[in-house]
């Protein structure tokens, strides 16, 4: 492909397994996110009430609040981010199960070992 028919687009695919070592400060830094969003306009405060009962109820909703994928790419340098989307969920993590490999070749459509 050449220089003109090259995408200017780069889709980056990560995953992170984080373990919750202390989930009241999770929940309590994912209210004081919702509290600051709302008061920022940010949030609807209609939808306030219901984040803030999900991010209660489940630790994996307070990780989804506090992570932003423009955290990731907001500062690299000739690029700007198009569209992000991220869920969160709780799994069950074994690091010896051969499912949780990181370093195993995906197979994906460009072949390239995953980095």
Do not use: C
């Not at 200017?8 to 994912?30: I, P, Q, S, Y």
Request: no cysteine; charged share 35%.
């Amino acid at each position: 492909m050449s220089t003109d028919e090259t995408s200017r687009f780069v889709r980056l695919k990560v995953e992170l397994v984080l373990e919750v070592v202390d989930g009241e400060a999770l929940t309590g830094g994912a209210l004081q996110r919702i509290a600051e969003s709302s008061a920022q306009g940010e949030l609807p405060e209609g939808e306030r009430s219901h984040a803030e009962s999900a991010v209660q109820e489940d630790e994996a909703e307070a990780v989804a609040y506090l992570v932003d994928p423009f955290d990731l790419v907001g500062d690299v340098p000739g690029a700007e981010l198009v569209q992000a989307s991220w869920s969160s969920e709780q799994v069950d993590y074994d690091p010896d199960s051969p499912d949780w490999d990181l370093d195993e070749d995906d197979g994906g459509e460009d072949g390239e070992d995953d980095v």
